[in-house]
């Protein structure tokens, strides 16, 4: 992180926390499903002088592609202020999102 410092260029994590919602055997384990402990990672993270995270997101009713396109793009312009990016994943994402009645709800 030193080299990136000296160059000016911020660094983005790609964050993998697997909680009880999964079965992840990588480390850190439980550090993003409870707030408290996920706002103390997240303040290590920033002064550890990470510039922000990606986090994977799936879809628990698989709609149309475009539809989950358009769901990621309007997610990820709080890139801007949040420091964050989703991206989709097949698997078990670390945000989860299910449609009833044409409302997303965030899992």
Do not use: C
Not at 2 to 10: L, P, T
Not at 20 to 40: I, S, Y
Request: hydrophobic fraction near 40%.
């Amino acid at each position: 992180m030193g080299d990136a410092r000296e160059k000016h260029v911020g660094l983005l994590l790609w964050y993998n926390s697997g909680g009880p919602h999964n079965v992840v055997t990588e480390q850190p384990r439980d550090r993003m499903h409870l707030r408290e402990v996920r706002r103390k990672e997240f303040a290590m993270l920033r002064d550890w002088g990470i510039k922000g995270v990606k986090l994977t997101v799936s879809f628990l009713d698989n709609p149309p592609k475009d539809l989950r396109k358009r769901i990621l793009q309007h997610m990820n312009a709080w890139s801007k202020t949040a420091n964050v990016k989703f991206v989709e994943t097949a698997k078990n994402g670390q945000v989860r999102i299910a449609r009833e009645g044409g409302l997303a709800f965030i899992r």
